[in-house]
């Protein structure tokens, strides 16, 4: 697996989660000025929800991702054990390879943007929400 993958799954999976949640506490709540049906009160309760989703949203959908990746890499890297002791003649060769029916890294790292590009769209549309409530 290509090492900026590799950099970008592993060290942040400790602190990125914290880090999303602790971003959270910069939205406004709803004002308790405003009258609750107003249109400011309705966008900062939206931000207050669409931001902070991000975080679920990680862990249910982003999170499985990241642990397949990491599964192929493991893989890849016995792979690349085996093609040398295949080459070698030793046991534990290609012949010993199990191939199953997963799914390819390409797949993978498509299906990875694609789920950080809707939890960017969580974030803006909180954030889209904040500033238009701010300006009614």
């Not at 679920?56 to 990491?70: E, Y």
């Amino acid at each position: 697996m290509p090492p900026l993958l590799v950099s970008i799954l592993s060290p942040r999976r400790y602190s990125t989660p914290p880090a999303s949640f602790l971003q959270t506490t910069d939205l406004p709540p709803p004002a308790p000025t405003d009258p609750h049906g107003s249109l400011p009160f309705k966008l900062n309760l939206a931000a207050t929800v669409l931001v902070p989703a991000i975080v679920p949203f990680t862990l249910a959908f982003i999170l499985p991702t990241n642990h397949k990746l990491i599964a192929k890499k493991d893989e890849f890297a016995s792979l690349s054990q085996k093609s040398t002791r295949a080459k070698a003649g030793m046991p534990g060769g290609w012949e010993d390879i199990d191939v199953e029916g997963g799914e390819t890294v390409h797949a993978l790292i498509d299906r990875w943007a694609m789920l950080n590009l809707a939890r960017a769209v969580l974030v803006a549309g909180g954030a889209f929400c904040t500033v238009l409530a701010a300006l009614c």
